[in-house]
């Protein structure tokens, strides 16, 4: 679509003293018919022009209208988020949404009522959602869809004609047929039964549904694979044969797909270090099937027993995957360094390797702690070596200011019959530590080199923190006793102190969590703003083609500069690919941190007689908040279950006190708890204490 033609209809709006219907347009403009037709609907959908009810047409910029997503509250009210990102967001009542539910395009008009901003909805441009996964709620004559999407506020509707052989509690693809109106819920149809809230795995079937997340490939994408991969693999083009270097892989115990292996060399001035990618830009190339679903999934996805990966396993296990012992074509990236870390020269090589070895991180830490003995010399030189370097690559990014936040995450355990039988934190050992630096320096010496010799490309780009926000965490963590200054300037250093000071508290992950929630999202972009959280001029991603698709997109721009790929560097398409996949690694978070959560909360109710260990974390006007560090899960004591005295709340001071006891409840105390009652629509928990 030719953007003149958008100008020119947008200019001939503004122009006019009033708006215009689609034929005074079309005599006005003399378009073609068809073509007007269409680009009215895109001017529509990206928010420039607003059609009325009677039919009429005018640009928004006149008719002083903001166009934003709304962000909906199980409340019943929402906010609107402005695509000026120059524009805060606003309060929206829920009387002025006009029909507009969670995740709607809308336009809308900025208000003052009492002294106070407010969005008043005028027009959906586009819906948000069209279906949702919920559960059924049955009565006699029709049901109701539960949305698993708290702030989709409204129940949906559901007739008797598609309810009849629904029953409760039975969890379902619905597709709004009918948006809300006049004080009416929306209405829907069931395109799916995915089974009954209790059956054995239904949360994951929610979550794949949820965030429409395939797990099976395209028989295109198959036949593709098939027919090329081995092709791919004896045409592979001029490369060095890094086959004699003695390498290594150092992944978890559960993974399949390496495609990062390291080698490593001590030299009279220093190191030299050896990272190989896997070479999947020489598989999946521009506008093929493979590339297309590659795009489209952008990342690999994980849940607690599976793998939703971005790549067919042909690819991402087998031929792309650096086994050992099998030749593998790969990207390296060869590193020189002097005695203190310090990068020197960096060099560039279409590689063919062969690794020696499939290691595992607590396999390397055991050699590391001494719990582990090998008789290979080559094996204890790459880690003792790989050690010595890791330790000086810490120290030197600590001193620039790099932010170390270092997070557990759970390990959900199974038995042989896939029953979930314990939670534990994930234990980040010194041998995670290597490959994560061996990875941040190829990744940012790509896009230095990348920065250097052309125009364009995609980065990992992290925008400085909220001053604001920072400012109320420091004073949360007054609530539990640890002092944080506020400082006059925010720098990654100066995150950093509060960071360790933090990580050294007994309240190290829930207040390191707070202290994320103040930075910005890391992104893809191909502006390079550099990375704040690494203290980087200029970063990338190039470490994880198989299951990031930057990854592969960073590969190509390298290829095509030093190795004649055949690839066109379109600023366009990057831009529009980078935002793509930002949005799908954010999907892919969500549906990550969604199924923990159910996991976390279906072994809560396993294991309902079972008292845990937890402190408050904060206080509301009903009860508090409590943290249990053994499941890493936040959960709510409402002030009701405490029936031993009258209970009030003191916000000022965070304490929640006995009238006739004294008795105090404060953020920061410790207490024991059992699960009381689990909501699976909200994904909440609620616990009683255990004296």
Do not use: W
Request: glycine letters at 6%; hydrophobic letters at 35%.
């Amino acid at each position: 679509m030719d953007e003149i033609t958008k100008k020119e209809i947008i200019e001939l709006l503004k122009q006019s003293s009033k708006p215009l219907n689609f034929n005074q347009i079309l005599y006005l403009s003399g378009i073609e018919k068809k073509v007007l037709r269409k680009t009215l609907r895109t001017l529509i959908i990206e928010g420039k022009i607003i059609k009325f009810k009677n039919g009429k047409y005018a640009p928004c910029e006149v008719l002083d209208l903001v166009i934003g997503t709304v962000d909906g509250h199980p409340d019943g009210y929402a906010f609107l988020i402005p695509e000026d990102k120059e524009l805060e967001d606003v309060f929206i009542p829920p009387k002025k949404l006009n029909g507009a539910v969670h995740g709607d395009k809308v336009t809308a008009r900025i208000v003052e009522f009492r002294g106070k901003k407010e969005a008043h909805v005028i027009k959906v441009i586009e819906r948000g959602f069209k279906r949702v996964v919920g559960r059924i709620e049955k009565s006699k004559y029709f049901a109701y869809v539960i949305p698993y999407e708290k702030k989709f506020f409204y129940d949906i509707y559901i007739p008797n004609k598609y309810a009849k052989k629904l029953k409760d509690d039975d969890v379902v693809i619905c597709e709004i047929i009918k948006y809300p109106e006049k004080g009416k819920n929306p209405e829907g149809k069931i395109k799916k039964v995915l089974g009954n809230l209790y059956d054995k795995g239904i949360e994951n079937k929610i979550v794949l549904a949820k965030y429409d997340l395939r797990i099976n490939f395209p028989k295109s994408v198959k036949k593709e694979v098939k027919e090329t991969a081995d092709f791919y693999f004896k045409n592979a083009g001029e490369r060095t044969d890094f086959t004699r270097l003695f390498t290594v892989t150092i992944d978890g115990e559960d993974a399949r797909d390496f495609d990062d292996a390291i080698s490593i060399e001590k030299t009279n001035g220093g190191y030299i270090l050896y990272v190989h990618i896997a070479d999947v830009a020489h598989y999946v190339r521009p506008g093929t099937n493979i590339d297309k679903e590659a795009y489209n999934r952008a990342t690999s996805v994980y849940f607690p027993e599976f793998a939703i990966p971005m790549l067919p396993e042909k690819l991402s296990n087998e031929q792309c995957s650096l086994m050992p012992n099998v030749e593998r074509l790969a990207m390296t990236v060869k590193i020189e360094y002097d005695k203190v870390g310090n990068r020197k020269k960096t060099s560039f090589y279409q590689s063919i390797i062969k690794s020696d070895y499939r290691l595992t991180y607590n396999y390397v830490n055991d050699l590391i702690d001494g719990k582990e003995e090998t008789d290979d010399e080559n094996l204890k030189y790459l880690v003792d070596v790989s050690k010595e370097l890791t330790d000086k690559l810490i120290k030197k990014r600590k001193r620039i200011g790099m932010i170390d936040f270092d997070l557990p995450e759970a390990t959900f355990i199974f038995d042989d019959d896939g029953n979930l039988i314990d939670i534990v934190p994930f234990e980040r050992k010194f041998s995670h530590r290597i490959i994560e630096n061996f990875m941040i320096e190829a990744n940012e010496a790509v896009a230095e080199y990348l920065e250097e010799h052309i125009d364009i490309s995609v980065f990992r780009v992290h925008d400085y923190p909220d001053a604001k926000k920072v400012k109320e965490f420091n004073k949360m963590c007054q609530f539990f006793g640890i002092d944080v200054l506020m400082p006059d300037e925010i720098t990654p250093e100066m995150i950093q102190k509060i960071a360790e000071k933090v990580k050294e508290s007994k309240y190290g992950y829930v207040l390191g969590s707070m202290l994320v929630r103040t930075m910005q999202k890391a992104l893809y972009s191909i502006d390079n703003i550099g990375h704040f959280g690494l203290a980087s001029e200029s970063y990338t991603h190039f470490t994880s083609p198989i299951r990031r698709y930057p990854d592969l997109l960073v590969h190509r721009i390298l290829k095509t500069l030093l190795f004649r790929y055949d690839y066109k560097i379109n600023k366009e398409y990057l831009g529009k690919a980078a935002d793509h996949c930002s949005n799908m690694e954010q999907n892919a978070e969500s549906a990550e941190r969604e199924i923990h959560q159910y996991k976390k909360l279906k072994f809560l109710l396993e294991n309902r007689d079972k008292v845990y260990d937890a402190f408050i974390n904060r206080i509301s006007s009903n009860g508090f908040f409590i943290f249990i560090e053994k499941l890493l899960l936040t959960g709510f004591v409402h002030i009701s279950s405490l029936d031993n005295d009258y209970y009030v709340v003191d916000i000022e001071t965070n304490t929640i006190f006995g009238k006739a006891s004294g008795k105090k409840y404060r953020v920061g105390d410790f207490v024991k708890v059992k699960v009381d009652k689990v909501n699976f629509d909200y994904l909440e928990a609620d616990f009683i204490l255990v004296e």
